[in-house]
């Protein structure tokens, strides 16, 4: 919704006790960000017109509605933070903040949310960041709508885009994060649900779990970030809808999975990316009809993983199509699409009438000698592959797709 | 010496080998873009054929060439020329047309589908450039193992073996000596080994062009460093022109000194 | 003007020249006789610089030939066997070589001698035996070197065209040419050879005119005569 809009609609909400609308200008009475939230009563609104307002420190501690107009603009002046919020019910829309303090020993965040409920952050516009959103101990809030542009060059001085701690229930969705650390962050936080965002181009992840269950992010796009995903100890996380492109680069990857359990995994494209995805002790996850497209390695299997299904995905021209490090194998492959099946299919029943092992020879190799790598499309290391294939040697006897399809699935 | 050439030339040009060859490339070029609509991939795609089908299509073509061209070598052997440049005017000949066939017969369905208008268009120009490198080098290897042998089995033989060591028995050396030695550092070893055989540095230039180099970790980072710069470019180059000098300079030796 | 020293050739084991002296100084036919195997073709090809000798020298005309190249441009090579690529038309091949040569060439009488007009236009592969002869024949006499080498020239020719071939001869002799021909026709050489060179197992048996071959062995026709020569040396 547009901010105009938006002021139009909440003017005429009746308001629980004479809400008022209170304008910030230079030229106005209230002629800063501070005084407006000063002189504001709960459930008011403050309306802050176009201008640069050099302020920081900003505290909210009542439940209200911070609207910025096209233009309006908080500069921190690289001093700490630039907004906190410390009370339920309180929106900030349309502002755009910038210039935080960056700080070796705290984590100085654009807007900061603390133990609040029914916050709302949208349409707000974040540059010249440390931390962007930081979102502490809340619940049942929105964050939408918001851009997030940093200039982060490494890791250790650099924040993330968004950050949930200890927080449940929050909505993140169609926000565009740019050149961060990772660009959204959640740590001990449950029930999230992060939707039809874009993330590109951060030093670490484009997202980021820890110890966070219950969580959900359908529709995102992560893209030419250090990493795509991590997701780590964590529990059932729902995987759907996202995209993961050009993830690349020596320990890259499109998703990361450690120590995470009973996860679904569906309708997910990863193309060139280094790695699609890298698993490790993960276990009851179900990978359906994913893509997998032009990858180094589509799946990279490390570690006990149990009881995976991998079922109607597509691995397409990936240089490995799935690595493994170990003999055993707990894993069923059913009904995928591999480019690299060389059966037939007589009865034409769509499924290819010989089993697919999609466990190269050359993977299990490169698993113990990276340097043999340099090998790659060497005509020899086709021929072993071919050998390997027809009479399993050294990869898992019973890693195979009984019945791989014959056309990708659309 | 370019008379030669041209005479070559123009004989095979009217044989149907040249044309056969020029058809299939023309065809394969076709038929991967017609799969594929990528130009890019295309490339990837092509890259697995030229390492390997260049190079023997070069030696069978080269081997083919120099014994049933025999009757000509000797027409022109009891003429006022000198005997390396009859040699080398028909190497020239064989490579050139074989080259031209690769050229022409990839080049066009990849200009016709937008090459000059697309980012591959320079992986393209370094695959067909490592193509004619190929090309070169293996006729000058199959004109050699046919002028040392008289006998036209024998020495196709030892033109395939020499390919099927190349492309092939090599590589699984390097496989073993790499796993043999995994304990020590390999990489300036890897380096040299690649270096070594016209293969698999084309194959090594052409992926690191297509920054393959990410999937091979460290290791990749060494061959980047060495083959990204243009000085490994050059190098590489360099190393290829060796591969072609010597086996044309050893031809050259060799058919001064042969009777026939 | 072929001045021969001392020239050895073993291929692999088998000895093939072993130390042939020649100076052939005079205009005129020269005739290489010898069994088959007796070296005939090595010396005519060592002569063309096709085979490299192991030792001694040849010179032509006062320069040692060993690695050169330009002295050919003296020689007409006539090959035993007529090789030509196949995918030539015959009127090609005759500006082919007439363009490698880099010398003035006049095929048309010769075409015209031996009757090859109607073949002009066909490809070398589709030529019959006799065909090809006349063919190699043109190749060999459309140039006027000082030196003509003939290996076996009659083979496969009617009768027509050896009489056009020996009247060919002739008239390159009369105009100071020196032929080195070897051949196993013996009424050839009682016709036509000046002097008769006879080899044998590598060397040379015996070299002088016809005259001093049958003076020499008290027989009357060539034939005999060398019979006689590699019985006496035999014995």
Known sequence: MKPLTLLLFLLCLPGPARAQVLEVCASCPLPTVAAGLEQAAPYDTVWVRSGVYRESGLRIEKPLTLMGEAGAVIDGEHQGEIMQVASDSVSVLGLHLRNVGVSYTQDHAALRVIKSKYFRLENLKLEGLFFGIYLEKSSQGQVCNNQILGDAKEEFNSGNGIQLWYCQDVEVSGNTVHRVRDGIYLEFSDRIQIAGNISSGNVRYGLHFMFSNHDTYTNNLFEDNGAGVAVMFSKDIEMVGNTFRKNWGTASFGLLLKEINDARIAGNRFEENTVGISIEGSNRIEYLNNDFRANGWAIKVRGACYTNLFSGNNFMHNSFDVSYNSKVNDNRFEGNYWSAYSGYDLDRNGYGDVPHRPVKLFSYIVNRTPETLVLLRSPFMDLIDFSERVSPVFTPDNLLDPEPLIRPRP | ?260 | MIEITNLHKRFGKNTVLSGVNLSLQEPGIHAVLGPNGSGKTTLIKSILGMVCPDQGSISIGGQPTGGQWLYRKDLGYLPQIAEFPGNLKVGELFRMIEDLRQQPAAPEPLVERFGLQPFLNKKLSTLSGGTRQKVNLVLTFMFEPPVYILDEPTTGLDPGALIALKELIRTRVGSGALFLITTHIMPLVEEMAQSVIYLLEGKVYFEGSLKTLYTLTGKTHVEPAIAAIAARHHV
């Open chain 2, 1 to 260: 010496m370019f008379k030669i050439v041209r005479y070559s030339f123009q004989d095979l040009l009217r044989s149907r080998w040249s044309y056969v060859y020029f058809a299939f490339y023309l065809l394969l070029g076709f038929v991967m873009l017609f799969l594929n609509h990528d130009l890019a991939k295309g490339v990837i795609t092509l890259m697995n054929v030229i390492i390997i089908l260049v190079p023997l299509i070069a030696t069978i073509f080269g081997v083919m060439y120099y014994y049933s061209s025999r009757e000509f070598t000797a027409l022109l052997l009891a003429q006022p020329i000198r005997r390396s440049r009859i040699f080398l005017g028909q190497y020239l000949g064989v490579a050139g047309s074989l080259s031209l066939s690769l050229v022409l017969g990839l080049g066009l369905p990849f200009v016709l589908y937008g090459l000059f208008r697309s980012p591959a268009i320079w992986d393209f120009v370094l695959l067909l450039v490592t193509g004619v490198f190929l090309n070169l080098i293996f006729t000058a290897l199959a004109f050699l193992v046919a002028l040392s042998n008289d006998n036209r089995i024998k020495g196709f033989g030892y033109a395939v073996l020499l390919w099927l060591f190349l492309a092939v028995v090599y590589d699984g050396i390097f496989l073993l000596s790499l796993i043999l030695f995994e304990e020590y550092p390999l990489d300036s070893f890897a380096l040299g080994a690649t270096l070594l055989n016209p293969i698999d540095l084309s194959r090594t230039l052409i992926l690191l062009k297509l920054d393959i180099s990410a999937l091979l970790g460290y290791t990749g980072a060494v061959f980047k460093a060495f083959f990204g710069t243009s000085l490994g470019m050059l190098v590489s180059l360099g190393v290829l022109g060796l591969w072609t000098a010597a086996p044309v300079a050893a031809l050259v030796r060799k058919a001064r000194h042969k009777d026939f």
